[in-house]
């Protein structure tokens, strides 16, 4: 038993002569723990390899780089079909011609059309007998030799006639037909419905196309385009008014091309936690084409913020943090929240205000006392 305390005795004993040991080295290079601060002695010989700066706010620029693609616009893109089954008979266009809204791009004989032909034309001498009828019970009954119920009838079937031959004249139009040009057994010609270029030409005469068949033309204006850009969930904070857009396509890396912000997105996509930002560009000199790829730079407002050296910043698994000057060799941890970094400088978010003095060069030598 006496051998068995003194052995637990022994251990004591070379414990809190190792802790003494460990504190007296401590001691020695004139470092010691209070609370959460770090506290250097007058004559520490770590002062010297510690160095502070104190922050302040000043002018930036926030920008970033992501990838992006180029779209038409849709207003200024359209896919040609036939809206009935039918022959292709005639081609009105060829491949990089420029159209206006109703140019005709291609004829087509159908059967479909020519029922809803003859269903406007049955409608409208539908309306016209109808209207002959009700103005003949009009007179009768000034004449006191006609019976009101006999008015109230033809009143009643003149109304539904309009609207049947209203119907057949909103069909027509419906494929940009005006009543007035139609021609009973005339193959329906196929118009424009934008101003643009002919960019695909699908057309073969003698060709039978299906009611639901692929568009057999593609008109585009290409003078103005969009590019998709993607920004990434974490530089959404940072992104208060996008101000400027310099796009650089992979086919041109040398050639900046401008743009501004068409439209940011209101929706996060949750696959990529980012959101879709639309800028348009000028693209008169038609150097941009959709599906192409590049990189854009999205520039923000400038802005008062403190930036400090991407050195000071330490990381741990809770996040980023700095080593936070307090006067008389005294120092804490600070977390942070950072944004974006660039030129060796990194902004600060939360955690910081002007005026505080942070360690940048020498800070390990602090942690290692903790």
């Not at 407002?301 to 936070?324: C, F, K, N």
Request: glycine share 6%.
């Amino acid at each position: 038993m006496k051998k068995i305390i003194f052995s637990i005795g022994l251990v004591l004993l070379y414990a809190c002569a190792d802790r003494s040991q460990g504190q007296r080295h401590a001691d020695d290079r004139g470092v010691r723990v209070e609370e959460e601060c770090v506290v250097l002695a007058a004559d520490s010989p770590i002062r010297e390899r510690i160095k502070t700066q104190s922050i302040h706010f000043s002018d930036y620029q926030a920008a970033f780089t992501t990838s992006g693609v180029v779209q038409a616009i849709p207003t200024g893109y359209a896919e040609i079909a036939s809206p009935f089954a039918g022959r292709i008979v005639k081609s009105f266009v060829r491949l990089g011609q420029q159209v206006v809204p109703g140019s005709p791009v291609f004829s087509i004989s159908s059967p479909s059309f020519f029922e809803t032909g003859k269903a406007y034309y049955q409608a409208k001498q539908e309306m016209e007998l109808a209207l002959k009828s009700l103005k003949r019970e009009k007179d009768l009954l000034q004449n006191k030799v006609g019976v009101q119920k006999e008015l109230e009838e033809a009143e009643v079937n003149y109304e539904l006639k309009k609207k049947d031959y209203e119907n057949a004249v909103a069909a027509l139009k419906v494929f940009q037909i005006e009543p007035e040009d139609l021609v009973l057994g005339q193959p329906l010609i196929v118009r424009s419905p934008i101003a643009g270029e002919i960019v695909t030409d699908r057309i073969v005469i003698g060709q039978y196309i299906k009611e639901d068949a692929e568009p057999v033309a593609v008109i585009a204006n290409l003078n103005k385009v969009w590019v998709a850009a993607h920004v990434k969930e974490k530089d959404m904070g940072m992104i208060q008014s996008l101000d400027s857009v310099e796009i650089r396509l992979v086919a041109m890396p040398d050639l900046p091309l401008p743009g501004k912000i068409y439209h940011v997105s209101e929706m996060l996509d949750e696959d990529t936690r980012s959101v879709e930002v639309l800028i348009e560009c000028d693209n008169s000199a038609h150097l941009m084409k959709p599906a192409m790829y590049g990189t854009v730079k999205l520039c923000d407002r400038s802005a008062d913020v403190i930036r400090i050296p991407t050195s000071a910043i330490l990381q741990e698994e809770e996040g980023a943090y700095v080593l936070v000057s307090l006067g008389n060799n005294a120092y804490r941890k600070q977390k942070v929240t950072t944004s974006v970094t660039e030129d060796g400088k990194t902004v600060i978010l939360t955690g910081l205000n002007s005026g505080d003095t942070i360690v940048t060069t020498g800070a390990f030598y602090l942690l290692d006392a903790r």
